[in-house]
Protein backbone atom coordinates (compact mmCIF):
# COMPACT_ATOMS: atom_id res chain seq x y z
CA UNK A 1 0.00 0.00 0.00
CA UNK A 2 1.60 3.02 -1.08
CA UNK A 3 -0.48 5.98 1.15
CA UNK A 4 -2.00 7.22 -2.43
CA UNK A 5 -5.73 6.97 -2.09
CA UNK A 6 -7.62 7.66 -5.31
CA UNK A 7 -11.41 7.29 -6.09
CA UNK A 8 -13.53 5.94 -7.74
CA UNK A 9 -11.97 3.06 -8.28
CA UNK A 10 -14.20 2.63 -11.59
CA UNK A 11 -16.17 5.21 -13.23
CA UNK A 12 -18.57 4.10 -16.67
CA UNK A 13 -20.35 6.91 -18.59
CA UNK A 14 -21.46 8.45 -21.12
CA UNK A 15 -19.98 10.39 -24.41
CA UNK A 16 -19.89 14.10 -23.73
CA UNK A 17 -20.08 13.58 -19.95
CA UNK A 18 -17.83 15.27 -17.53
CA UNK A 19 -16.23 13.27 -14.58
CA UNK A 20 -14.19 13.97 -11.72
CA UNK A 21 -10.72 11.79 -9.80
CA UNK A 22 -10.14 12.50 -6.78
CA UNK A 23 -6.59 11.74 -5.19
CA UNK A 24 -5.00 11.86 -1.83
CA UNK A 25 -1.58 11.71 -1.41
CA UNK A 26 0.31 10.41 1.16
CA UNK A 27 1.06 12.08 4.55
CA UNK A 28 2.87 15.19 4.48
CA UNK A 29 3.66 14.85 0.63
CA UNK A 30 3.18 18.59 -1.15
CA UNK A 31 3.50 17.06 -4.95
CA UNK A 32 0.73 15.50 -6.63
CA UNK A 33 1.16 13.88 -10.42
CA UNK A 34 -1.52 12.57 -12.72
CA UNK A 35 -0.98 10.14 -15.67
CA UNK A 36 -3.40 8.25 -18.09
CA UNK A 37 -2.81 4.91 -18.91
CA UNK A 38 -3.93 3.48 -22.37
CA UNK A 39 -3.51 0.51 -24.57
CA UNK A 40 -2.67 2.99 -27.63
CA UNK A 41 -0.45 5.77 -25.93
CA UNK A 42 1.39 3.51 -23.22
CA UNK A 43 1.66 5.72 -19.33
CA UNK A 44 1.72 9.55 -20.26
CA UNK A 45 2.16 12.13 -17.83
CA UNK A 46 -0.31 14.84 -17.69
CA UNK A 47 0.03 17.41 -15.24
CA UNK A 48 1.67 18.29 -11.54
CA UNK A 49 0.87 20.20 -8.72
CA UNK A 50 3.38 21.48 -6.00
CA UNK A 51 1.61 22.64 -2.91
CA UNK A 52 -1.42 24.10 -4.63
CA UNK A 53 -0.17 25.43 -7.58
CA UNK A 54 0.15 24.04 -11.16
CA UNK A 55 4.05 23.33 -11.70
CA UNK A 56 4.76 21.08 -15.06
CA UNK A 57 2.42 19.97 -17.34
CA UNK A 58 2.67 16.78 -20.20
CA UNK A 59 0.14 15.62 -22.43
CA UNK A 60 -2.97 17.01 -21.10
CA UNK A 61 -5.90 18.00 -23.13
CA UNK A 62 -7.55 20.96 -23.17
CA UNK A 63 -10.78 18.81 -22.20
CA UNK A 64 -9.22 18.06 -19.34
CA UNK A 65 -8.05 20.10 -15.91
CA UNK A 66 -6.84 19.65 -12.56
CA UNK A 67 -6.39 21.45 -9.14
CA UNK A 68 -4.96 20.79 -5.95
CA UNK A 69 -7.03 21.75 -2.92
CA UNK A 70 -5.69 23.62 0.34
CA UNK A 71 -5.48 20.03 1.85
CA UNK A 72 -3.29 18.69 -0.72
CA UNK A 73 -5.70 16.30 -2.27
CA UNK A 74 -6.24 17.08 -5.61
CA UNK A 75 -8.54 16.10 -8.18
CA UNK A 76 -8.81 15.48 -12.20
CA UNK A 77 -11.47 16.92 -14.26
CA UNK A 78 -12.66 15.62 -17.59
CA UNK A 79 -15.28 16.97 -19.65
CA UNK A 80 -16.75 16.50 -22.82
CA UNK A 81 -15.53 12.67 -22.55
CA UNK A 82 -14.73 10.49 -25.87
CA UNK A 83 -14.47 6.79 -26.24
CA UNK A 84 -10.27 7.55 -26.52
CA UNK A 85 -10.79 8.80 -22.84
CA UNK A 86 -11.28 5.63 -21.71
CA UNK A 87 -7.91 4.87 -19.48
CA UNK A 88 -6.75 3.93 -16.47
CA UNK A 89 -5.92 6.97 -14.44
CA UNK A 90 -3.14 6.67 -11.79
CA UNK A 91 -1.97 9.34 -9.01
CA UNK A 92 1.36 9.84 -7.97
CA UNK A 93 2.63 12.00 -4.87
CA UNK A 94 6.58 12.70 -3.73
CA UNK A 95 7.34 15.07 -0.72
CA UNK A 96 8.72 17.52 -2.93
CA UNK A 97 8.84 18.94 -6.44
CA UNK A 98 10.13 16.03 -7.95
CA UNK A 99 13.15 15.19 -10.16
CA UNK A 100 14.52 12.63 -8.61
CA UNK A 101 12.37 11.98 -5.92
CA UNK A 102 10.62 8.53 -5.59
CA UNK A 103 6.58 9.35 -6.86
CA UNK A 104 4.09 7.06 -4.92
CA UNK A 105 1.11 5.13 -7.28
CA UNK A 106 -2.09 5.21 -6.45
CA UNK A 107 -4.19 2.10 -7.10
CA UNK A 108 -5.66 3.92 -10.27
CA UNK A 109 -9.17 5.13 -11.57
CA UNK A 110 -10.54 2.74 -14.77
CA UNK A 111 -12.49 5.39 -16.21
CA UNK A 112 -14.99 3.33 -19.28
CA UNK A 113 -16.54 5.88 -21.78
CA UNK A 114 -19.42 4.34 -23.86
CA UNK B 1 13.71 15.82 -24.29
CA UNK B 2 13.94 12.97 -22.80
CA UNK B 3 12.40 9.26 -23.56
CA UNK B 4 12.70 5.32 -23.20
CA UNK B 5 13.36 2.59 -25.35
CA UNK B 6 11.90 -0.79 -23.73
CA UNK B 7 13.62 -3.19 -26.65
CA UNK B 8 11.34 -6.13 -25.36
CA UNK B 9 7.61 -6.05 -25.22
CA UNK B 10 7.46 -9.63 -24.24
CA UNK B 11 10.50 -11.66 -21.96
CA UNK B 12 9.66 -15.46 -21.29
CA UNK B 13 11.78 -17.12 -19.03
CA UNK B 14 11.59 -20.24 -16.72
CA UNK B 15 10.95 -20.31 -13.04
CA UNK B 16 14.31 -20.55 -11.41
CA UNK B 17 16.38 -18.94 -14.29
CA UNK B 18 17.68 -15.48 -14.67
CA UNK B 19 15.90 -12.51 -15.74
CA UNK B 20 17.17 -9.87 -17.74
CA UNK B 21 14.93 -6.52 -19.06
CA UNK B 22 16.55 -4.25 -21.02
CA UNK B 23 16.02 -0.26 -21.14
CA UNK B 24 17.83 2.42 -22.92
CA UNK B 25 17.32 6.25 -22.48
CA UNK B 26 18.26 9.49 -24.13
CA UNK B 27 18.18 12.46 -22.12
CA UNK B 28 19.75 15.92 -21.96
CA UNK B 29 20.78 16.17 -19.03
CA UNK B 30 21.95 14.08 -15.80
CA UNK B 31 19.02 11.91 -15.44
CA UNK B 32 17.31 9.66 -12.83
CA UNK B 33 16.38 6.72 -13.84
CA UNK B 34 13.42 3.97 -12.35
CA UNK B 35 12.24 1.10 -12.77
CA UNK B 36 8.42 0.52 -11.64
CA UNK B 37 6.70 -3.06 -11.71
CA UNK B 38 2.91 -3.59 -12.15
CA UNK B 39 0.79 -6.74 -10.94
CA UNK B 40 -2.45 -6.76 -13.12
CA UNK B 41 -5.25 -4.70 -11.73
CA UNK B 42 -2.43 -2.85 -9.43
CA UNK B 43 -1.34 0.43 -9.26
CA UNK B 44 2.62 1.07 -9.42
CA UNK B 45 5.49 -0.23 -7.37
CA UNK B 46 8.87 1.28 -7.35
CA UNK B 47 11.26 -1.65 -7.74
CA UNK B 48 15.32 0.53 -7.95
CA UNK B 49 16.09 3.89 -8.83
CA UNK B 50 19.05 5.68 -9.90
CA UNK B 51 19.91 9.31 -8.78
CA UNK B 52 24.09 9.41 -10.03
CA UNK B 53 25.22 7.99 -6.78
CA UNK B 54 26.48 4.01 -7.14
CA UNK B 55 26.22 2.55 -10.70
CA UNK B 56 25.02 -0.93 -9.86
CA UNK B 57 21.32 -0.24 -7.85
CA UNK B 58 19.78 -2.93 -5.96
CA UNK B 59 16.03 -3.02 -5.32
CA UNK B 60 13.37 -5.02 -3.89
CA UNK B 61 12.93 -8.70 -4.56
CA UNK B 62 16.21 -8.99 -5.49
CA UNK B 63 16.13 -6.97 -8.73
CA UNK B 64 18.88 -4.88 -9.62
CA UNK B 65 20.31 -2.18 -12.50
CA UNK B 66 23.40 -1.07 -13.71
CA UNK B 67 23.35 2.60 -14.88
CA UNK B 68 25.93 2.61 -18.11
CA UNK B 69 26.46 5.84 -18.74
CA UNK B 70 28.73 5.19 -21.96
CA UNK B 71 26.00 2.70 -23.52
CA UNK B 72 22.81 5.04 -22.59
CA UNK B 73 21.69 1.64 -20.86
CA UNK B 74 19.77 1.12 -17.54
CA UNK B 75 18.92 -3.13 -17.56
CA UNK B 76 17.01 -4.98 -15.05
CA UNK B 77 18.13 -8.58 -13.91
CA UNK B 78 17.56 -10.74 -11.36
CA UNK B 79 19.65 -13.88 -10.95
CA UNK B 80 16.23 -16.14 -10.56
CA UNK B 81 13.19 -15.54 -11.35
CA UNK B 82 9.66 -16.31 -9.17
CA UNK B 83 6.43 -16.88 -10.22
CA UNK B 84 5.65 -13.93 -8.45
CA UNK B 85 7.82 -11.97 -10.78
CA UNK B 86 5.29 -12.47 -13.56
CA UNK B 87 4.01 -8.52 -14.36
CA UNK B 88 4.38 -5.29 -16.64
CA UNK B 89 7.77 -3.45 -15.86
CA UNK B 90 8.34 -0.13 -16.87
CA UNK B 91 11.95 1.42 -17.49
CA UNK B 92 11.32 5.24 -16.62
CA UNK B 93 13.38 8.56 -16.83
CA UNK B 94 12.96 11.98 -15.11
CA UNK B 95 15.04 14.53 -16.52
CA UNK B 96 14.72 17.25 -13.60
CA UNK B 97 17.46 19.13 -15.07
CA UNK B 98 15.50 19.95 -18.42
CA UNK B 99 14.51 22.73 -20.09
CA UNK B 100 10.39 22.98 -17.73
CA UNK B 101 7.48 21.99 -19.16
CA UNK B 102 6.50 18.42 -17.63
CA UNK B 103 10.43 18.64 -16.22
CA UNK B 104 9.43 16.93 -13.09
CA UNK B 105 6.83 14.45 -14.48
CA UNK B 106 8.08 10.99 -15.62
CA UNK B 107 8.44 9.87 -19.19
CA UNK B 108 7.67 6.06 -19.23
CA UNK B 109 9.12 3.28 -21.72
CA UNK B 110 6.32 1.12 -23.52
CA UNK B 111 6.60 -1.60 -20.49
CA UNK B 112 8.05 -5.49 -20.80
CA UNK B 113 5.67 -8.23 -20.24
CA UNK B 114 7.48 -10.44 -17.91
CA UNK B 115 6.06 -14.08 -18.45
CA UNK B 116 7.75 -16.94 -16.08
CA UNK B 117 7.31 -20.86 -17.15
CA UNK B 118 7.12 -23.27 -14.51
Known amino acids: DSGVTQTPKHLITATGQRVTLRCSPRSGDLSVYWYQQSLDQGLQFLIQ???????AKGNILERFSAQQFPDLHSELNLSSLELGDSALYFC?????????????FGPGTRLLVL | AQSVTQLDSHVSVSEGTPVLLRCNYS??????LFWYVQHPNKGLQLLLK??????LVKGINGFEAEFKKSETSFHLTKPSAHMSDAAEYFC????????????????FGKGTHLIIQP
Open chain 2, 50 to 55: YTSAAT
Open chain 2, 27 to 32: SSYSPS
Open chain 1, 92 to 104: ASSPQAGGPETQY
Open chain 2, 92 to 107: VVSDYGGSGGGADGLT
Open chain 1, 49 to 55: YYNGEER
